[in-house]
């Protein structure tokens, strides 16, 4: 087996009418799956293209599921389109991988317009009364290696122009093997699936559960605001495995939840995309003492993980969670600014290294170069290893420990300051449930903004006690709520904009 289809192949045959993907109102069956997506490759291989984009612009939907499997069955990669997304975000994102096609629905197709694309628009509702063409699945399949592309997603870039991280299939199947063995996925388990699938972290349980016949149980992003509706929702699907941003764990914790509702059937709670406020983690241990919580790490370019860290001990509502170790078959080092591998202890940036990594990113050979580079601790021969902007030291125990972002560190007062550890000594406090550190170079002006009962002045009192006087907040920003972005973390791009004179 060469590429994610054959895996996905082997669990159409194994499980065919059990659910594959579901979502509020319907699912697909493994069958009805697979059977939609090669529709959708049928009408795919008509247009005579290998290798090139095509984009899916579908809520999240188990159909929107089929069209990206579909696309993967033509021998192309896709891109998932938000469909909240504006058009001129749109525009750039095609501008950059020009796709041959775009898979829609009838109400977005009017939509799509906006964004003056000229190539092939593809309906539900064609695909649907295309005829699938399975002989013409099997020659694409015998020229793709497992080198290729399966997807490629989008981040913001630092010029404003999106980057497209490619994704092949080599990557995904590497990485779903250490992810199913590592916590025991296989046919029982129930995925609920929070994040967007144009976000990496949704890689992990979508193509996990379909090469186990596992079900996704994708969860009504509406529910969150809702979260007795979310428990009965969750219990309804007997969901058993969770994989959240931290901020989506953060809304049961905050609003004592599990004191009127809890799920039932939970065995595993797994997190990642941002640090996880200890003291929200511990409610969840405190209700779920008999769950496995794992805190997993790493960004996109390296498929969605490069580090875990199976909780095993407590935490103190202040101490960080270690991002703890790589995974297997992942390697994975600390460099220092001198280019060599930091001693235990010693603050440097992680590289990663092996299968799970990237191929680059679309058509931008500059910012490839720039983060896919030689390792520096081999001279030896060419091996390309993934810089991934990530400060981290060695603890006493061998476990790796987050300690923010490049760009998160900041010289103020004539010190070396990361935001991040402001944030965990406020996030910490009594009162306090979620917050974000911002820095405004002009001014010198360090600005914590924050949810929560605690009063600006208190806050900064017992910040006072935990932080040095030189990493206080010159400013405190109390919010009603903090906002979010598609992908459920905070919105520091628009904190930022909305304090940047401050």
């Not at 960004?299 to 860290?309: G, H, L, R």
């Not at 103190?316 to 790589?326: A, E, R, S, T, W």
């Not at 917050?435 to 914590?448: F, H, K, V």
Request: glycine share 6%; with cysteine.
């Amino acid at each position: 087996m060469k590429i994610f289809t054959d895996y996905f192949d082997r669990s159409v045959e194994s499980y065919p009418d059990k659910t594959a993907v579901c979502d509020e109102t319907h699912g697909l069956t493994y069958a009805q799956l697979s059977s939609l997506a090669r529709k959708t490759a049928a009408a795919l291989i008509s247009c005579g293209r290998k290798r090139s984009a095509a984009a899916v612009y579908m809520d999240k939907t188990p159909e929107c599921a089929a069209a990206m499997l579909g696309v993967v069955y033509s021998g192309n990669f896709y891109v998932v389109i938000d469909s909240k997304m504006p058009a001129e975000r749109i525009r750039l994102i095609f501008d950059v991988v020009k796709p041959f096609a775009v898979i829609t629905n009838s109400d977005l197709a009017e939509k799509l317009s906006e964004t003056s694309f000229d190539g092939k628009v593809l309906t539900q509702d064609e695909i649907n009364e295309t005829e699938a063409d399975d002989q013409a699945i099997l020659s694409v399949r015998a020229e793709m290696t497992s080198s290729d592309p399966m997807y490629c997603l989008f981040t913001s870039g630092s010029t404003g122009v999106p980057k497209g991280t490619i994704v092949t299939h080599a990557n995904v199947v590497s990485y779903t093997d250490w992810f199913i063995k590592t916590f025991g996925i296989d046919s029982s388990t129930v995925f609920g699936s929070q994040t967007p699938f144009y976000f990496s972290m949704s890689v992990t349980d979508l193509y996990s559960a379909l090469r186990t016949g596992a079900e996704l149980a994708i969860i009504p992003k509406k529910f969150f605001a809702f979260p007795i509706k979310l428990v009965q929702y969750m219990n309804e699907k007997m969901v058993n495995t969770i994989y959240w941003v931290p901020s989506a764990l953060c809304i049961a914790a905050n609003m004592d939840l599990f004191r009127y509702a809890k799920p039932e059937h939970l065995t595993q709670v797994l997190f990642a995309g941002e640090v996880m406020p200890t003291k929200q983690l511990n409610y969840w241990i405190g209700h779920f003492p008999d769950c496995r919580f794992a805190n997993l790490f790493g960004p996109t370019e390296t498929t969605d993980i490069c580090t875990y860290y199976v909780v095993n001990r407590s935490f103190d509502d202040g101490q960080p969670l270690p991002i703890g170790v790589p995974c297997d078959n992942c390697r994975i080092s600390v460099i220092g600014a001198d280019g060599k591998e930091c001693a235990p202890g010693q603050e440097g940036e992680l590289y990663a290294g092996g299968p799970f990594v990237a191929a680059g990113y679309y058509n931008n050979p500059v910012k490839t170069a720039e983060a896919f580079v030689q390792n520096p601790l081999n001279s030896a021969y060419p091996e390309i290893v993934y810089k991934t902007g990530d400060i981290v030291k060695y603890n006493e125990l061998g476990e790796l420990i987050y300690c923010g972002r490049k760009d998160f560190q900041i010289k103020h007062m004539g010190y070396r300051i990361e935001l991040g550890e402001i944030e965990n000594a406020a996030c910490a406090q009594e009162g306090v449930l979620s917050c974000a550190c911002i820095y405004n170079g002009g001014t010198d002006r360090i600005i914590l903004i924050y949810e929560g009962k605690t009063s600006e002045e208190e806050l900064l009192a017992q910040l006072r006690a935990r932080v040095p006087e030189y990493m206080l907040p010159a400013k405190l920003v109390k919010l009603g709520t903090m906002p979010h972005n598609s992908n459920g973390k905070i919105d520091r791009a628009l904190l930022k904009a909305n304090y940047k004179d401050q």
